[in-house]
């Protein structure tokens, strides 16, 4: 089955500064990947996703590379605010079979 | 309008009690599933409902563990014999036909004391 590692744990930042995690992923069929933000006490909410016919996506200040060659891609946060912090989930799919594999997730903490 | 809904928000029970957890998803969406999330960790698929049968139950980790989905729309995840190791958050998610994108609700805590 996909084994989905994701890096750092935590993640500490000063206001304004950029914000990276990365995700690596075993199996070459997996083709979307989402990201998640979780906060205290709710479920994840999708922040951005990307589908392996595309390295590279933007929104605003959130952006996703896709290396399939590498197994890798990484969430990039820009000008990072306070209410950025929270924990986000990288996962891996194939779009055929629906089930989502997540990281571990990484705690981000914007400090003003 | 309205997200994914879970009920009970938090739910505490004894060690070898029966417990069922409800979801109602997204209006219209045909396919639902359950995570279940540990403290620390990551959401870990359970099982997968594409209108009211279950297509994929391979993470339901035993056979105290069964849900079902009888009208296509609310789905109820139930666990017998519960025992600690149960005690996670019970993620359910909906999306709708022929998209990747699940949306979560905001989960049920359960505790086995």
């Known amino acids: 089955g996909e084994n989905v590692e994701q890096h750092p744990s935590t993640l500490s930042v000063q206001e304004g500064d950029s914000a990276v995690i990365k995700c690596t992923y075993s199996d070459s069929a997996s083709n979307y990947f989402p990201w998640y933000k979780q906060e205290l006490g709710k479920g994840p909410q999708l922040i951005i996703d990307?589908?392996?016919?595309?390295g590279e996506k933007k929104d605003q200040r959130i952006a996703v590379t896709l290396n399939k060659t590498a197994k890798h891609f990484s969430l990039h946060i820009t000008e990072t605010q306070p209410e950025d912090s929270a924990v986000y989930f990288c996962?891996?799919?194939?779009?055929?079979?629906?089930?989502?594999?997540f990281g571990s997730g990484t705690k981000l903490n914007v400090k003003p | 309008g309205a997200g994914v809904s879970q009920t009970p928000s938090n739910k505490v029970t004894e060690k070898g009690k029966y417990v069922e957890l409800r979801c109602d998803p997204i209006s219209g969406h045909t396919a639902l599933y359950w995570y279940r999330q540990s403290l620390g960790q990551g959401p870990e698929f359970l099982i997968y409902f594409q209108g009211t049968g279950a297509a994929d139950d391979s993470g339901l980790p035993n056979d105290r563990f069964f849900a079902v989905r009888p009208e296509g729309s609310v789905s109820t995840l139930k666990i017998q014999r519960t025992e600690r190791g149960d005690s996670a958050v019970y993620l359910c998610?909906?999306?709708?036909?022929?998209?990747?994108?699940?949306?979560f609700g905001p989960g049920t805590r359960l505790t086995v004391l």
């Open positions: 996962a891996a799919s194939q779009e055929n079979f629906n089930k989502f594999y």
């Open positions: 990307i589908r392996s016919n595309v």
């Open positions: 998610a909906s999306s709708p036909r022929g998209f990747n994108e699940q949306f």
